[in-house]
Each structure stands twice: as C-alpha cells, then as structure tokens.
C-alpha cells in the first residue's frame, strides 16, 4: 500500500489486468475471511477501484501485441498484454513475476527494488 499510495509514483495496466483482478476478488474476500480478516468482495472493489491506477484500452498498445506475445509465448502467453504495454509506455515494468526476467527489450523491477528506491 506504500507504493500503491505514494504521490511519486502513476501506475499504468490494462482494462485487462482490471478485469482479472476483479474476476478474482470473490475469491481474494473469501482467503481474507478465513484468516480473521473480515472483508466482502464489494469492499474489495471499492478500495481497488479508489488506487490510482490509470487502465489503457488494447488500441493503446495493440501495434505491440505481436512483439509481446513473441517474446514471453513459452514462458506465460497470458502476459502478452501487459508485456506490450510496457514495450510501448517504455517505463519499468513492477513485477515479481520471473517470466519477465531476461526479457532484454523491457526492464522490470521488484516490489523490494521499488521500495529501495523511494526509500519506503
């Protein structure tokens, strides 16, 4: 939440990446739930909706999408459309995900690295 929050910071994803996070907060509401922390998924979504997250529709990024899904298709096709994004944005790519690592035509950084960097 420290980064999520910080005034330095604009994060970008796609419409995408918007729909499976919410997709997946029923789920998210239910594991919080059963470790003692009561939250529904209606509360979820309103606090995800209130992060300063700026969506991007694919016609943003679509010229990219052949390049993205040529470069991660063996390690994770289903992270073409953020991969390509971040080829267009030409900005690091937040993730802890390794099936970025390598990727010579993007750099990424580590929730650990970007805290390091803003000093948080």
Not at 22 to 39: D, G
């Amino acid at each position: 939440m420290r980064l999520l929050t910080s005034p330095r910071l604009v994060f970008l994803t796609t419409i995408r990446t918007t729909w499976e996070v919410e997709r997946y907060l029923p789920t998210l509401a239910s594991e919080l739930s059963a470790r003692a922390v009561v939250v529904d998924h209606v509360q979820l979504r309103e606090r995800f909706h209130s992060l300063p997250l700026v969506a991007l529709p694919e016609s943003f990024y679509s010229a990219l999408l052949p390049e993205a899904r040529r470069l991660i298709e063996r390690r994770d096709p289903t992270d073409a459309d953020i991969l390509a994004l971040t080829l267009r944005v030409s900005v690091p790519l937040w993730t802890n995900d390794h099936h970025f690592d390598g990727i010579a035509e993007i750099r990424t950084v580590t929730t650990a690295e970007l805290l390091a960097l803003l000093g948080l």
